[in-house]
């Protein structure tokens, strides 16, 4: 069984930015943690969820073109922990924002087997 749980989200301006952390524990911990592939995804009221980013166990990072050059995604193997640094928020970035881990790097949810509960950003323009 894998968990994970996601913080840092929250309510900030325009402009503004934040940075969600999300850590593992269960089978993905120790060095179980570093063969994931971990992807971030996020869901706003009425939509489907979306691909943010997504980085593969050795580290190479894969972004949708919505958030390319603002928002960063980076993993911490000894924490067990995935970040994604969001800078310059938007209020279309508004949306419960989901941890995921997988086995297969993609952009499709179906693709990962674990996700966290989700973290609320919320942008005001």
């Known amino acids: 069984q894998v968990q994970l749980v996601e913080s840092g989200g929250g309510l900030v301006q325009a402009g503004d930015s934040l940075r969600l952390s999300c850590v593992a524990s269960?089978?993905?911990?120790?060095?179980?943690?570093?063969?994931?592939?971990m992807g971030w995804f996020r869901q706003a009221p009425g939509k489907d969820r979306e691909f943010v980013a997504a980085?593969?166990?050795?580290?190479?990072?894969y972004y949708a073109e919505s958030v390319e050059g603002r928002f960063t995604i980076s993993r911490d193997n000894a924490k067990n922990t995935v970040y994604l640094q969001m800078n310059g928020l938007k209020s279309e970035d508004t949306a419960i924002y989901y941890c995921?881990?997988?086995?297969?790097?993609?952009?499709?949810?179906?693709?990962?087997?674990?996700w966290g509960q989700g973290t609320q950003v919320t942008v005001s323009s």
């Open positions: 995921s881990s997988g086995t297969i790097i993609s952009n499709t949810p179906s693709e990962y087997a674990y």
């Open positions: 269960g089978q993905t911990s120790g060095r179980g943690f570093a063969t994931y592939n």
């Open positions: 980085m593969t166990k050795s580290g190479s990072p």
